[in-house]
């Protein structure tokens, strides 16, 4: 007898956004953290050199953590706990930091709050992916893209607030407030939805000991299909020139932008990816998410190559606000792509692969980007990115995205 497939649950819209306020809340919070940490750690006779060792080994823990989060997440039938534990661990220590007295508490501290992050957000994205129709990934996973990098902005601007009043530690303390109330409204809002239960029935045989070993492997890195490797080669080639956006505010410092400025430059960018990344998540709903993630790929290659020439201050500030609809055309819409790329028994470890590989590639090119600017100078490495942007975008146009229902 032919049966119709079960009507989302009214949870299903309200999950996104209590997902979307969740990430509001919680960059907040470690926002408000982030920016003056590098002056606390001055303050604490540490420098660069420990803040590099610092911000090093947590984002390569997060890395590992959102690998190990796909494969969890594919196993587990509730991924509530997850994401709220997740949420719960990174908010609780942020405001330990105002008690620290040397740089390797910080480090115990971020490396926590990292883990915490990597653990949740594949758990995270999957339940988005569980609580929406396929045809409604990108305008998802957009909003809550745009809810995140608005407490990017709140969250500077609230530590800017506190800290003429209650100092760096104070600003720390105060980050268990935004932290506390995302814990909450995760606890309470988030519901889980299964769309698709396991089939009910008689266990599965045993398999042989010759087979078990690669049943095994299977398991941690499932059979995927080739759009997935194609999306997947084609952001690692990325990767390689996507270094960390420091070396954009360094080489605005080069042409007479002083860093007291440099916290605006991260406003102007984050008001542009955050006014632009619902709109162009849903946008490729409608339209080739292919297509509209090479389009943010050309964006990038054309702020790397003002950047190379800094024509001119004006030039700079004009290209960091473009730089925000690059973010914007890429983060939500890649994600949904690789979702849509893949089974849904095999999503997780899709996402995670994804994260770890374009995380990990990332690192690099930071290490490339580095080394060209010691050798050849500041122009160089952007001319470098720019090159891989376009070569990306021009390989992303070749590939065609999946059929939707």
Not at 361 to 370: A, E, F, N, P, Q
Request: with cysteine.
């Amino acid at each position: 007898m032919e049966t119709t497939p079960p009507a989302l649950s009214q949870s299903t819209p309200r999950n996104v956004y209590v997902f979307g306020l969740t990430s509001f809340l919680n960059d907040t919070a470690s926002e408000m953290a982030y920016w003056v940490l590098p002056a606390f750690l001055a303050s604490l006779g540490a420098g660069p050199a420990q803040l590099g060792i610092i911000e090093g080994i947590a984002e390569s823990m997060a890395s590992f953590a959102k690998l190990f989060s796909g494969y969890v997440t594919d196993r587990v039938s509730h991924r509530k706990p997850i994401v709220v534990g997740g949420y719960f661990v990174a908010n609780a220590v942020k405001p330990l930091l105002a008690l620290v007295s040397s740089w390797w508490q910080i480090l115990g501290i971020r490396f926590s709050d990292r883990f915490a992050k990597g653990v949740r957000g594949t758990a995270r994205d999957v339940m988005v992916a569980e609580s929406v129709d396929k045809s409604s990934l990108g305008s998802a996973y957009g909003l809550i893209q745009a809810m995140d990098s608005a407490g990017a902005i709140a969250g500077p601007l609230l530590a800017l607030a506190i800290i003429g009043r209650l100092g760096l530690r104070g600003v720390f303390a105060s980050a268990a407030i935004p932290g506390a109330l995302c814990v909450i409204v995760a606890w309470i809002g988030i519901r889980e939805v299964r769309r698709n239960p396991p089939v009910q029935g008689r266990a599965p045989s045993p398999l042989p000991a010759e087979h078990s070993s690669a049943a095994a492997r299977s398991q941690w890195l499932p059979k995927l299909p080739l759009p997935f490797y194609y999306v997947l080669a084609v952001v690692t080639l990325f990767s390689l020139g996507n270094s960390s956006d420091m070396f954009l505010v360094l080489r605005a410092g080069n042409i007479g932008i002083p860093p007291s400025r440099a916290p605006l430059l991260g406003l102007v960018f984050n008001i542009m990816f955050t006014l632009l990344s619902w709109p162009a998540g849903r946008f490729s709903d409608r339209f080739s998410r292919s297509a509209i993630a090479a389009a943010g790929y050309f964006v990038f290659a054309i702020v790397y190559f003002v950047f190379a020439l800094a024509p001119s201050q004006l030039a700079i500030w004009l290209a960091m606000a473009f730089y925000g609809l690059f973010y914007a055309l890429t983060n939500a819409v890649l994600k949904a792509l690789v979702v849509e790329s893949v089974a849904v028994d095999i999503r997780g470890r899709a996402l995670g692969i994804f994260s770890f590989l374009t995380s990990v590639t990332t690192l690099l090119s930071s290490v490339i980007t580095g080394a060209l600017w010691k050798v050849y100078g500041p122009a160089v490495p952007f001319y470098f990115s720019a090159g891989i942007a376009t070569v990306s975008a021009f390989a992303l146009l070749a590939h065609r995205s999946p059929a939707r229902d």
